[in-house]
T-cell receptor
Framework: DAKTTQPTSMDCAEGRAANLPCNHS???????VYWYRQIHSQGPQYIIH???NNETNEMASLIITEDRKSSTLILPHATLRDTAVYYC?????????????FGTGTRLTIIP | DAGVIQSPRHEVTEMGQEVTLRCKPI?????LFWYRQTMMRGLELLIY????????DSGMPEDRFSAKMPNASFSTLKIQPSEPRDSAVYFC????????????FGEGSWLTVV
């Protein structure tokens, strides 16, 4: 499985955009980039995913570089409820390899 | 829509006892995953099923652990006998199919073995 590298922790001021980077330099052509987050004591929550194009939904935007070796998750207007551990995961789409393999993630703290 | 439902939410048991964790996936989902989370090892996949058939059980720690999916709406993870090192949060997750679709997680079962 392609591995990802994320900063251990980040702070962001409330109301600002939070930009979370992720490196996945060994990503393969059939692997998607997924982002999940885990708020304390809860199950992981899906945020967004993409293959090579930038994606946006009601929660966040995902920017993937043209060479697909890195990506950035953007929370446009961070709130205190966005404090969580954010996981960047690469996931294959072929049968038998679809599992999500979690790393250690980035602990994002939103500061009032 | 109801999400992935797990039970019990919390369980405290004595070493040596049998523990059974239960999961009801989201209706219409045909892939089901069991994860375990500890401080030391983070989130790790134990086993996953597709159409009720185990596809990858390489993460199951040892013979004390077993998982079944008798039908599309129910799965169990059993630990027998339980040990203190099994204390963890166990998450069940499901997805509609295996080809790149989103995996949704339950709220977890918090297990403490004393």
């Amino acid at each position: 499985d392609a591995k990802t590298t994320q900063p251990t922790s980040m702070d962001c001021a409330e109301g600002r955009a939070a930009n979370l980077p992720c490196n996945h330099s060994t990503i393969s052509g059939n692997e998607y980039v997924y982002w999940y987050r885990q708020i304390h004591s809860q199950g992981p929550q899906y945020i967004i995913h993409g293959l090579k194009n930038n994606e946006t939904n009601e929660m966040a935007s995902l920017i993937i570089t043209e060479d697909r070796k890195s990506s950035t998750l953007i929370l446009p207007h961070a709130t205190l409820r966005d404090t969580a551990v954010y996981y960047c995961i690469v996931r294959a789409s072929n049968f038998g390899n679809e599992k999500l393999t979690f790393g250690t993630g980035t602990r994002l703290t939103i500061i009032p | 829509d109801a999400g992935v439902i797990q039970s019990p939410r919390h369980e405290v048991t004595e070493m040596g006892q049998e523990v059974t964790l239960r999961c009801k996936p989201i209706s219409g989902h045909n892939s089901l995953f069991w994860y375990r989370q500890t401080m030391m090892r983070g989130l790790e996949l134990l086993i996953y099923f597709n159409n009720n058939v185990p596809i990858d059980d390489s993460g199951m720690p040892e013979d004390r652990f077993s998982a079944k999916m008798p039908n599309a709406s129910f799965s169990t993870l059993k630990i027998q006998p339980s040990e203190p090192r099994d204390s963890a949060v166990y998450f069940c997750a499901s997805s509609r199919d295996v080809y790149g679709n989103t995996i949704y997680f339950g709220e977890g079962s918090w297990l403490t073995v004393v």
